[in-house]
């Protein structure tokens, strides 16, 4: 099964990278006389926004997680037995808001080439470099976790 939900991950997180950088190239690309790229880069954002929703959930559902309330936040939380600490990393939070971030923008953008005006501002790569970073962080770390494997066993066979 970890294999299985270990791909699961690469899979949201390769699709989410390939929307987001190509969600960037058509916003770059968009201009007054060119609305299509800015229709195709807003429905690539709005596609990588719930690509991201969707794995929070893969991910929630996976970990059994339960909506409870702290105080006077509703705020998911990992199952009693184990422990009760909250869902969701920094990176994952970021994550989902640096891809609103970017569906906003496109649609800003989209609504300007639509008046054919210039959009305010272009669009962001920061939601795909952050990615790219998480994917070599996840990568850093699967490799860490297999050196510490590879050193338990050698250590074990000599006992």
């Known amino acids: 099964m970890r294999a299985t939900s270990e791909s699961a991950e690469w899979i949201f997180l390769a699709t989410s990278l390939g929307l ?3 969600s960037a190239a058509c916003d770059q690309a968009s201009s007054p006389r060119r609305p299509h790229f800015a229709l195709f880069g807003m429905l690539l954002a709005i596609a990588a926004v719930f690509i991201s929703i969707g794995e929070l959930i893969y991910r929630g559902k996976r970990e059994r997680v339960v909506l ?28 989902l808001v640096a891809g609103i971030s970017q569906c906003i923008c496109s649609i800003v953008q989209y609504v ?9 501002f272009k669009a962001s790569l920061l939601p795909a470099i952050f990615l790219m970073c998480l ?19 050698s250590w074990e066979h000599f006992r």
């Open 20 to 22: 987001e950088i190509l």
């Open 68 to 95: 409870r309330r702290c105080g006077m936040l509703w705020w998911f939380y990992h199952p009693p037995p184990s422990r009760h600490t909250p869902f969701g990393t920094l990176p994952d939070i970021y994550g």
């Open 112 to 120: 300007y080439c639509l008046r054919h005006a210039d959009s305010p």
């Open 135 to 153: 994917g070599g962080s996840r990568l850093s770390n699967k490799r860490m976790n297999a050196n510490t494997t590879e050193k338990k066993d």
